[in-house]
């Protein structure tokens, strides 16, 4: 167990500019001590899933508000198994209603965190994915 | 239980920072400064809204948001809204749109006509407003980023139509630099951004006066977690940055500032948006007069588009964001606005339903016709409470404008990120609030239902629409005069290069049926792009 902060990368993919809730989540997960790159705006799925790579990030974060997440979310998938990242761990979060959740689930999506989700719950996920990346 | 004891009283604060005391009487009114600063209905400082007999003359517009997939599906939502009372359009365009991008760019691919209409060119906006009296019907176009291309689109089709576009009534959003602080549909770098914005101001004070082209959103600034003191602040600041400008340019002041519209949102404590409202009316009219040395009264009202906010909706039991639209078009009337918009009770997770939105248009209806919200001027004018709390308010706007001013402003704020970090930093706090319990909202953390069987029926996507909308672009790009198309390109790029105003460039190119994404490519080209600042 080593006393490295557990290093996360929050991404706005798609067009869609509403990023209140990804830095709500970017601020929760610094005041719980990780270290975390917000990517901004409009980045494409090769750019997010490079700099999840580049910083040898254990989650990756995608919001999406504007309903193309099942699009952007395979993008993202296929530009980190291109680039030797299918390790990191995929969250998304945003307006995502619940009949998509299985099918986020199918492109390998490790959780779902639709709006109003309290950030504990984010926090404790994140905690307890680096927990057993580190004993893996 | 002792009614009135102290002990009953617990301390309560508005989310703007204003302490609320259990009881006001005219002391409380003395101690905030009286109410010498009240005037009349339709007179400086326009405290009890800008005309002498508001609604009772005229009810406020009812201007729906409204837009999705190809400009076919769009004129036909715009036909029944005006058939169901709609007295304007609302038009919301889609995320490639908004950022400049075609139809067939691939970052657009799995958005083009999601969350509003595709519009790539002309052809669009002409199937769009077939049949629609352009000079009757007021249109707000919601379009900040590529602006200068749908507004030129927007005047080509008038022009096309035979209209002096003096006849031209309606207003473009057009507000980026509140796009840089929330909602992100940014393009080019924040000074050369206000320039495009300056750039509409003066050709729309020179060729359409009635028409206008900027409407200043404190909204969605607000939405990105500002305070109502901080949205009413921030929205006059951005408007005072343009008009600066437009003066810098040797522009009428009482001309430019007449083009200025106000777009605000309402959410939260009933009584902390009216008084914003009544505040922010009087603080614009004064920055106006003293500032700028607008004398025209026309000029000085503060004329806004206020209604349903987005951001106080819950996804939890969401029929009861039928009841929050209806308290916050209560708030709206109250405040005086001219023009009102309500989010849908489903907006809170989708693009509204047509049964949803005729339920935000009915209860607008209802105000007006059942509930008497017409029936006088400015009903809380000389309340106690109301009056002290509007003097309060309008200080608390100024301390937030002066420290705003202290720091260089707030262009230079933007551009260096500091105020898009404070509004961030408030919407955390304003969600720890909210997860603490501290902030009550029913059915999230007081009556909540943990049983809950959510149904929400998401707007559906059609990805033949997206297939349909590349098609008419292709036959568009395969019918139009290639040279014509690149000369008035080439003019476009020389007017940005060389500081003239690019609306008429703007205005032949798109007549040719250049794209939105050439027209911004173009600009684009010679402005490059916005590098956002990332502060926490």
């Known amino acids: 167990m080593t006393n490295a902060p557990i290093k996360v990368v929050i991404a706005k993919p798609g067009l869609d500019g509403h990023d209140v809730g990804a830095k709500i989540v970017c601020r929760a997960l610094i005041e719980a001590g990780m270290e975390v790159v917000y990517t901004g705006l409009r980045k494409s799925p090769q750019a997010i899933a490079q700099t999840a790579v580049s910083e040898d990030a254990t989650v990756l974060g995608l919001s999406v508000l504007s309903g193309a997440h099942l699009p952007l979310t395979a993008k993202v998938r296929a530009a980190l198994a291109e680039l030797g990242g299918a390790e990191v761990a995929l969250i998304v979060g945003g307006n995502i209603p619940s009949q998509d959740f299985a099918a986020l689930a199918d492109l390998g999506v490790a959780a779902v965190f639709p709006t109003s989700t309290p950030m504990d719950e984010i926090v404790t996920f994140v905690r307890r994915t680096a927990a057993q990346r580190s004993s893996a | 239980m002792s009614a009135g004891s102290s002990k009953d009283a617990r301390p309560l604060t508005w989310e703007s920072g204003l302490d609320i005391k259990p009881v006001y009487g005219p002391g409380e009114l003395e101690a905030s400064g009286g109410s010498g600063a009240i005037g009349q209905p339709g007179a400086f400082p326009y405290t009890r809204g800008i005309h002498p007999h508001m609604y009772r003359s005229r009810p406020f517009t009812m201007r729906q948001y409204s837009g999705f997939g190809t400009a076919t599906q769009t004129h036909e939502r715009f036909l029944y809204l005006i058939k169901q009372g709609n007295t304007g359009l609302n038009v919301a365009f889609d995320l490639p749109t908004q950022c400049g991008l075609d139809s067939d760019n691939p970052m657009a691919e799995g958005e083009v006509g999601r969350v509003g209409m595709a519009v790539d060119t002309l052809a669009d906006m002409e199937e769009a407003f077939d049949g629609i009296p352009l000079n009757e019907i007021s249109v707000s176009l919601t379009i900040n980023g590529s602006a200068v291309a749908i507004m030129a689109m927007y005047f080509a089709l008038a022009r096309k139509r035979g209209l002096d576009l003096a006849t031209?009534?309606?207003?473009?959003?057009?507000?980026?630099?509140?796009?840089?602080?929330?909602?992100?549909?940014?393009?080019?770098?924040?000074?050369?951004?206000?320039?495009?914005?300056?750039?509409?101001?003066?050709?729309?004070?020179?060729?359409?006066?009635?028409?206008?082209?900027v409407s200043v959103c404190g909204y969605h600034i607000r939405e990105s977690g500002a305070s109502p003191a901080q949205e009413m602040a921030y929205g006059l600041a951005i408007a005072s940055a343009y008009l600066r400008r437009a003066l810098e340019r040797g522009l009428d002041a009482d001309r430019v500032a007449r083009g200025l519209t106000f777009n605000f949102d309402i959410y939260g404590n009933l009584w902390e948006q009216v008084c914003k409202f009544r505040a922010g009316r009087r603080l614009w009219a004064r920055i106006l007069r003293d500032e700028f040395g607008v004398e025209d009264p026309k000029s000085q009202q503060l004329r806004m588009i206020a209604g349903g906010g987005g951001g106080g909706l819950t996804i939890e039991q969401p029929e009861n964001n039928i009841m929050r639209g209806a308290y916050y078009a209560l708030a709206s009337a109250l405040g005086g606005t001219q023009t009102m918009a309500l989010c849908s009770f489903d907006e809170a997770y989708t693009i509204p339903s047509e049964h949803a939105a005729k339920l935000s248009l009915r209860t607008m209806q209802l105000l007006v016709h059942e509930v008497g919200l017409a029936d006088t001027v400015d009903p809380l004018a000389g309340s106690y409470f109301v009056e002290t709390l509007t003097n309060e308010m309008e200080e608390k706007i100024l301390e937030v404008m002066a420290?705003?001013?202290?720091?260089?402003?707030?262009?230079?704020?933007?551009?260096?990120?500091?105020?898009?970090?404070?509004?961030?930093?408030?919407?955390?706090?304003?969600?720890?609030?909210?997860?603490?319990?501290?902030?009550?909202?029913?059915?999230?953390?007081?009556?909540?239902?943990?049983?809950?069987?959510?149904?929400?029926?998401?707007?559906?996507?059609?990805?033949?629409?997206?297939?349909?909308?590349?098609?008419?672009?292709?036959?568009?790009?395969?019918?139009?005069?290639?040279?014509?198309?690149?000369?008035?390109?080439?003019?476009?790029?020389?007017?940005?290069?060389?500081?003239?105003?690019?609306?008429?460039?703007?205005?032949?190119?798109?007549?040719?049926?250049?794209?939105?994404?050439?027209?911004?490519?173009?600009l684009r080209g010679v402005f490059g792009t916005f590098d956002e600042p990332i502060r926490f």
């Not at chain 2, 992100?184 to 729309?204: A, H, K, N, Q, Y």
């Not at chain 2, 970090?421 to 943990?450: D, F, M, P, Q, W």
């Open chain 2, 168 to 213: 031209l009534r309606g207003t473009a959003q057009n507000d980026i630099l509140k796009e840089f602080v929330g909602r992100g549909t940014w393009i080019f770098p924040v000074e050369e951004s206000v320039r495009l914005v300056v750039d509409t101001m003066e050709f729309c004070a020179q060729h359409a006066p009635k028409y206008s082209p």
């Open chain 2, 403 to 522: 420290d705003l001013k202290e720091r260089g402003g707030i262009v230079q704020g933007i551009a260096e990120g500091r105020v898009q970090a404070e509004v961030s930093r408030h919407a955390y706090e304003r969600e720890k609030k909210l997860h603490s319990g501290e902030t009550k909202k029913v059915g999230v953390n007081i009556h909540r239902e943990e049983e809950e069987e959510r149904v929400i029926e998401f707007h559906p996507f059609e990805q033949s629409q997206a297939d349909e909308q590349r098609a008419r672009l292709a036959a568009v790009r395969a019918e139009r005069d290639p040279a014509a198309v690149e000369s008035a390109l080439s003019a476009l790029g020389a007017a940005a290069s060389s500081g003239a105003n690019v609306m008429p460039a703007a205005i032949d190119a798109v007549e040719a049926y250049a794209t939105v994404g050439e027209v911004c490519g173009t």
